[in-house]
């Protein structure tokens, strides 16, 4: 059977004259008029022989009469051509159509649900880890401090402590409503990694301690540190050096005395920064420093003077008896690695080679350190190639200093470096690379052994940081902290500290300090 539907509106007498006819009458007893559940589409069928018409469409009614006198207004959707069997696949059809609709709207939900979840938990914990109050200026302060160590420190357990959870409780528990309750928690903050180098400054230390590394200060001439232990000291600061020529050596202040008091301040719980402080003043204006030498305690009055921190002096030696080309030796002393100092020390070479020198002295007693970057730059001065320096933290070998040999100067003569215990971190830097490298021959004694390394950071309000960064290993991979570089050959006990009497013991075989130089400038 077949049917085609229309839509329009006519007289029920003319839909035979139309399209919409039937071919075959129903053989079918007649039914009343039913509406299948079928979502939204509805079947009619008349109850009329005559009728035998057949509507299936997509409205709420259908009005239909074959032979009906009056017009009646036949609203049939756009015209579909099917049959019986069609009719049941159309179904499904459009089942399969609604459930296609109702699995995207539900995935669609289930999108919107998830997503949804996942920005409130993402807001929830940016919120819980954010401060809950409005940072301060002196919280700001106290931040830029943390995050200063947080970077720098060479011990990333920071003392086995949580060092986030610390910032956390420091910003609510500590009183910061001040400049002075800022500092105290900076203090404490960095007590707490107990580590006597890394210090807070306030602004008048920071630059008192930058002045230190420039060219001259106002003060003893002292370079003092914390004891290490290896002569049973514990308390106190110790004198690393004298710088030669200053009112301190010249009042026979030694490396390896203690300095028990400061105008009468005890220096047991006393800080190098505050020590350094007390020690400088201005200059003709004088200090009292109660010191122990040996067993002995004495009291040294010491007047303040500007001292020269020229870092390098020079001059030949004459000594008879090394041959035709070999009679003068060059002697350099390095008191310390200031910004000038690999600068001086290349002039020195170049002047003393126009006096054709054959071999060098290069005396680091009672050089307590200075700039690391120096140190590596005078190593490469005597270097031709090798390792200077392996910088080390927690982890292991986090850097190495090197050198290929393009920035030598005076890598093929003699040398000879003279160690004490006034030697230190830069200076022990050096006396390490030389000696492993096998490019020098040590004498003296065993160096103070600072093997960590500190860098200076400057916050925004003009105080600063002095921070352990790094601790250091020779280019044999020994770690000298709190050992020091033991050298190759002693020193006999007179031998003068002073450049002025070091020509007399390479020259007169009877000198109670003589060096016989075969030995002292065997490679």
């Given at each position: 059977?077949?049917?085609?539907?229309?839509?329009?509106?006519?007289?029920?007498?003319?839909?035979?004259?139309?399209?919409?006819?039937?071919?075959?009458?129903?053989?079918?007893?007649?039914?009343?008029?039913?509406?299948?559940?079928?979502?939204?589409?509805?079947?009619?069928?008349?109850?009329?022989?005559?009728?035998?018409?057949?509507?299936?469409?997509?409205?709420?009614?259908?009005?239909?009469?074959?032979?009906?006198?009056?017009?009646?207004?036949?609203?049939?959707?756009?015209?579909?051509?099917?049959?019986?069997?069609?009719?049941?696949?159309?179904?499904?059809?459009?089942?399969?159509?609604?459930?296609?609709?109702?699995?995207?709207?539900?995935?669609?939900?289930?999108?919107?649900?998830?997503?949804?979840?996942?920005?409130?938990?993402?807001?929830?914990?940016?919120?819980?880890?954010?401060?809950?109050?409005?940072?301060?200026?002196?919280?700001?302060?106290?931040?830029?401090?943390?995050?200063?160590?947080?970077?720098?420190?060479?011990?990333?357990?920071?003392?086995?402590?949580?060092?986030?959870?610390?910032?956390?409780?420091?910003?609510?528990?500590?009183?910061?409503?001040?400049?002075?309750?800022?500092?105290?928690?900076?203090?404490?903050?960095?007590?707490t990694l107990d580590d006597p180098f890394t210090r807070f400054l306030e602004p008048e230390k920071f630059?008192?301690?930058?002045?230190?590394?420039?060219?001259?200060?106002?003060?003893?001439?002292?370079?003092?540190?914390?004891?290490?232990?290896?002569?049973?000291?514990?308390?106190?600061?110790?004198?690393?050096?004298a710088a030669p020529g200053g009112p301190a050596y010249r009042a026979g202040i030694s490396p390896g005395?203690?300095?028990?008091?400061i105008d009468d301040k005890s220096t047991e719980s006393m800080t190098i920064y505050d020590a350094a402080?007390?020690?400088?003043?201005?200059?003709?204006?004088?200090?009292?420093?109660?010191?122990?030498?040996?067993?002995?305690?004495?009291?040294?009055?010491?007047?303040?003077?500007?001292?020269?921190?020229?870092?390098?002096?020079?001059?030949?030696?004459?000594?008879?008896?090394?041959?035709?080309?070999?009679?003068?030796?060059?002697?350099?002393?390095?008191?310390?690695?200031?910004?000038?100092?690999?600068?001086?020390?290349?002039?020195?070479?170049?002047?003393?080679?126009?006096?054709?020198?054959?071999?060098?002295?290069?005396?680091?007693?009672?050089?307590?350190?200075?700039?690391?970057?120096?140190?590596?730059?005078?190593?490469?001065?005597?270097?031709?190639?090798?390792?200077?320096?392996?910088?080390?933290?927690?982890?292991?070998?986090?850097?190495?200093?090197?050198?290929?040999?393009?920035?030598?100067?005076?890598?093929?003569?003699?040398?000879?470096?003279?160690?004490?215990?006034?030697?230190?971190?830069?200076?022990?830097?050096?006396?390490?690379?030389?000696?492993?490298?096998?490019?020098?021959?040590?004498?003296?004694?065993?160096?103070?052994?600072?093997?960590?390394?500190?860098?200076?950071?400057?916050?925004?309000?003009?105080?600063?940081?002095?921070?352990?960064?790094?601790?250091?290993?020779?280019?044999?991979?020994?770690?000298?902290?709190?050992?020091?570089?033991?050298?190759?050959?002693?020193?006999?006990?007179?031998?003068?500290?002073?450049?002025?009497?070091?020509?007399?013991?390479?020259?007169?075989?009877?000198?109670?300090?003589?060096?016989?130089?075969?030995?002292?400038?065997?490679?």
């Open positions: 059977m077949e049917l085609i539907l229309g839509t329009f509106t006519t007289t029920a007498a003319s839909i035979s004259s139309r399209s919409l006819i039937i071919s075959k009458s129903h053989k079918n007893p007649p039914i009343d008029s039913q509406e299948l559940p079928w979502k939204s589409q509805k079947l009619l069928r008349p109850t009329e022989k005559t009728g035998s018409l057949v509507s299936l469409c997509r409205v709420n009614k259908v009005y239909y009469h074959k032979n009906a006198s009056r017009k009646k207004k036949f609203d049939l959707q756009p015209v579909w051509r099917f049959n019986k069997r069609f009719t049941f696949q159309q179904c499904s059809k459009s089942l399969s159509k609604l459930s296609a609709k109702f699995n995207e709207r539900f995935l669609l939900s289930f999108c919107r649900v998830v997503c949804g979840v996942m920005l409130a938990v993402t807001l929830s914990a940016a919120v819980s880890k954010s401060p809950c109050w409005a940072l301060s200026e002196e919280n700001l302060l106290f931040l830029e401090a943390w995050r200063t160590i947080d970077r720098a420190y060479v011990d990333k357990t920071f003392n086995g402590q949580s060092w986030f959870r610390y910032r956390e409780n420091a910003l609510r528990n500590e009183p910061m409503t001040t400049r002075e309750e800022t500092y105290a928690a900076i203090r404490k903050m960095i007590s630059k008192n301690l930058r002045s230190g590394i420039q060219s001259s200060l106002t003060g003893v001439g002292l370079s003092i540190g914390y004891p290490t232990g290896k002569d049973g000291l514990s308390s106190g600061l110790v004198v690393i050096s005395d203690l300095i028990l008091a402080e007390h020690l400088q003043g201005p200059e003709g204006t004088g200090v009292d420093l109660t010191v122990r030498q040996g067993s002995e305690i004495r009291n040294v009055p010491l007047i303040r003077e500007r001292v020269s921190l020229n870092p390098v002096k020079s001059k030949i030696c004459k000594t008879p008896g090394m041959g035709k080309d070999g009679a003068r030796v060059g002697y350099i002393k390095l008191t310390s690695f200031n910004q000038n100092a690999s600068g001086a020390v290349k002039e020195a070479i170049e002047t003393l080679r126009k006096d054709n020198v054959s071999a060098f002295v290069l005396d680091l007693r009672d050089n307590s350190g200075g700039l690391f970057p120096e140190g590596i730059e005078i190593a490469k001065i005597w270097l031709d190639k090798g390792v200077i320096v392996y910088i080390c933290d927690s982890r292991g070998v986090r850097d190495i200093y090197d050198t290929d040999g393009s920035n030598a100067v005076a890598a093929s003569e003699p040398l000879v470096v003279l160690v004490n215990k006034g030697t230190a971190s830069a200076s022990e830097i050096l006396a390490g690379a030389l000696k492993d490298n096998k490019r020098a021959t040590l004498f003296g004694e065993q160096t103070f052994g600072k093997g960590k390394i500190q860098s200076v950071f400057e916050l925004s309000d003009g105080s600063g940081l002095a921070v352990t960064v790094a601790r250091y290993e020779t280019p044999a991979h020994t770690d000298i902290d709190k050992i020091g570089i033991i050298p190759d050959y002693r020193l006999p006990a007179s031998f003068p500290r002073d450049d002025e009497s070091f020509c007399g013991c390479l020259q007169d075989p009877v000198s109670a300090c003589y060096l016989d130089k075969v030995k002292l400038f065997a490679r």
